[in-house]
Every structure is written in structure tokens, then in C-alpha cells.
């Protein structure tokens, strides 16, 4: 089969869920597809990179790698989160390596040019000769970190890449208006909650697997004896969104036995277990 029709021929997998084939190997496995894909879906519309939570005060830093670039997710002084390319605009030098507070600024570890939190260059030690530290081609307003187009919902972390995607609020309203009640961080957090997985595997695998609970009574048998097959139902909005719900979320215990996760505040009625 052509490399062609596996990469743009899409429509047996966009027949209603009854008549539909799953997508074709190459989409989990090609080099050449996952860089096309990457391109259309994970750049040009909003991606999901990081928490909040994940630098909670001002000045945290966090060096994030996101489709072979390097980028920076910071809480600036101010308390906004940031998303800037983790370059240096004198010599391309990656800035941050490791997650850390900035004290002042943070500074290019090469020749010492330092932006602020906010991406803004603020001084350039020497670049106009020893003991100059102006010079009248650096103009410094000019020369600010490269920010990425970010947008936090329910302190998610969302990036696009491209930066011309419609506003964030418009592509994902109806996603936003299904969650409106939910009016607190999607993300419990905390150190002894958190937990990182690291997939060798291509992410929509990750993501489908996650949409479906026909797996439950084979693959997680102690989660089926309180989480049951028939306790889950589908989320799918055709072309905007899907996913998985539960009807027993107050059944997840913690180790010791207490309840896992707390109630939302200030739910309606339809919201409650069924
Ligand atoms: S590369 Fe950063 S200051 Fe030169």
C-alpha cells in the first residue's frame, strides 16, 4: 500500500462507531506520519504540557521538552504562568536545565545576557566590549524570549505551537461549558498523589486505551472488583472531545482505606453517583 493513502486517507475510520476501522499501523508506528501529525494536530491546535502545580510559586521554572523542542514553563514574578522557549536569543544556548526557582533572573549560562520572568532581556554584561555593556545593535526590547501561546484551564497547562489556533475559549466551548461546575483545578496534585508515567509507545495508544473500560476485568482485576465495566460510561462529542466517565468515583480508596478523592463543591444534582 502507498505511503500516501495510509497517511491522508482517513475515511473508514470516520464512519460512525459501528462501521468504523481504527486508524491504519503507520499512524502508531511511522516516523514520516507521527512528523505530519505532529504538525496538524499537536502544533497547530492546543496541546496539553504541563500542570500549574508544577511550578506553584513566582520564579519556579521547569524545562520541558515538547516534539524535540526545548521550552520553559514559568511562574513569573507576578504569579502568571509563561511558556517561553528555553533559548537564549544571543547564541541559542539552552537557559534552564533542571526545575528551579530564578532568583532575579534567569541567566544565560554562556555569555551571562539575563531576562526576567517575564521574558524580557534586561542586561548583556560586556556586549559592547569589556566594561560596555550596551551596544547600539542590541536592542534590547527587541530581543525578549520567544513566548509560546499558552492558555491554563482548570490549571492545565494548554500550548499552541503555531500560534494562529482560533482562542482556546472557542475551540474547546463546549468542553468548557460540559465542566463549568467544576470550578477547581483538574489536577489534585500534591507529592504524595502525584505520579509520573513514562510511555514507550505512540500517545494516542495511551489516550484510547484510557476511553475505554473493556479492559478492566482482564488487565485490572482488583480496580474491577470496586470500578466495574458496567460502572464506566463513554464521553464523545464527535470531532471535539471524548473520554471516559465513572458512576462510582466516591468508591476509589486511598491505601489506607480512606476516601481517594474528594467531593467537588457545590455540584448539581446530576453530577451525583448514579
Ligand atoms: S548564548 Fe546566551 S548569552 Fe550568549
Known sequence: MAKDYIQTDITSVQQ???????????HYIDPAVFAEES?????????????????????DAKPIQFLGMPLLLIRDKDGDLRV??????HRGMQLVHE?????????????????????????TPHVG????????????????????????????VFI???????????VHADLIARWSEFDCSLYHGGADSRFELELTANYKLAVENYC??????????????????????NIVEYGKFSGQGTLVYRQFKAEDGSAAFPDFPNLSEKWNEG
Open 84 to 89: 517561553f522557549e528555553n533559548i537564549c536569543r
Open 160 to 170: 499552541n505551537i503555531s500560534g494562529d489556533a482560533p482562542d482556546f475559549t472557542e
Open 99 to 123: 526545575a528551579k526557582t530564578i532568583e532575579g533572573a534567569i541567566r544565560c549560562p554562556y555569555h551571562s545576557w539575563c531576562y526576567s520572568t517575564k521574558g524580557k532581556l534586561v542586561s
Open 212 to 233: 475505554e473500560s473493556y479492559h478492566l476485568p482482564w488487565v485490572h482485576p482488583g480496580l474491577n472488583s470496586y470500578s466495574r465495566l458496567e460502572d464506566h460510561y
Open 16 to 26: 460512525s462507531v459501528e462501521q468504523a476501522n481504527g486508524l491504519a499501523n503507520a
Open 39 to 59: 504538525e496538524a494536530v499537536l502544533k497547530a491546535t492546543w496541546a496539553g504540557l504541563a500542570v500549574g502545580a508544577d511550578v506553584p510559586n513566582p520564579g
Open 129 to 156: 566590549g569589556a566594561g560596555h555593556n550596551t551596544h547600539p545593535s542590541i536592542v534590547k526590547d527587541d530581543l525578549g524570549l520567544n513566548e509560546v501561546r499558552s492558555y491554563v484551564w482548570r490549571d492545565v
